[in-house]
C-alpha cells in the first residue's frame, strides 16, 4: 500500500504561484509513475501534469503547460508541483496519484491510478 499526503495549497491571488508537495510513505515510488489531477466545483476531476518514475520526462495539460512544473525527489518519496502564473480557472482541489510501472512510461489517465491521496484546496482570487 501507498500513501499519499498532498500540502501547499491555499488562497493566492491571480498571477501568484504555489507549489504543492506530495509525500509518499508505505513504500518507496521510485518505481511508480506519478501524476496530479484537479477538481473544480461542478466539474469533473481532469489531468493536470505526470512524471515517470525517474523523473526525466513529464506531460502536461495544455492548459497548464509553460505555467505548472512537476518534479520529484525519489530519494524523499516526493514529487513537487510548481504552479506560476495562476489565474481563477486554477481554482480546484488538487489530487496526487501513483501507480506502478514496469518502465519508464509515464500514465495520464485517471484510471491507471491506483493511489491516491486526499487533495489538497486551491483557491486562486481574482
Known amino acids: 500500500q501507498v500513501q499519499l499526503v498532498e500540502s501547499g495549497g491555499g488562497l493566492v491571488q491571480a498571477g501568484g504561484s504555489l507549489r504543492l508537495s506530495c509525500a509518499a510513505s508505505g513504500r518507496t515510488v521510485s518505481s511508480y509513475s506519478m501524476g496530479w489531477f484537479r477538481q473544480a466545483p461542478g466539474k469533473e476531476r481532469e489531468f493536470v501534469a505526470a512524471?515517470?518514475?525517474?523523473?526525466?520526462?513529464?506531460y502536461y495539460a495544455d492548459s497548464v503547460k509553460g505555467r505548472f512544473t512537476l518534479s520529484r525527489d525519489n530519494a524523499k518519496n516526493t514529487v513537487y508541483l510548481q504552479m506560476n502564473s495562476l489565474n481563477a480557472e486554477d481554482t480546484a482541489v488538487y489530487y496526487c496519484a501513483a501507480t506502478w510501472v514496469a518502465s519508464a512510461t509515464i500514465k495520464i489517465k485517471e484510471y491507471e491510478y491506483m493511489y491516491w491521496g486526499q487533495g489538497t484546496q486551491v483557491t486562486v482570487s481574482s
Open positions: 512524471i515517470n518514475r525517474s523523473g526525466g520526462s513529464t
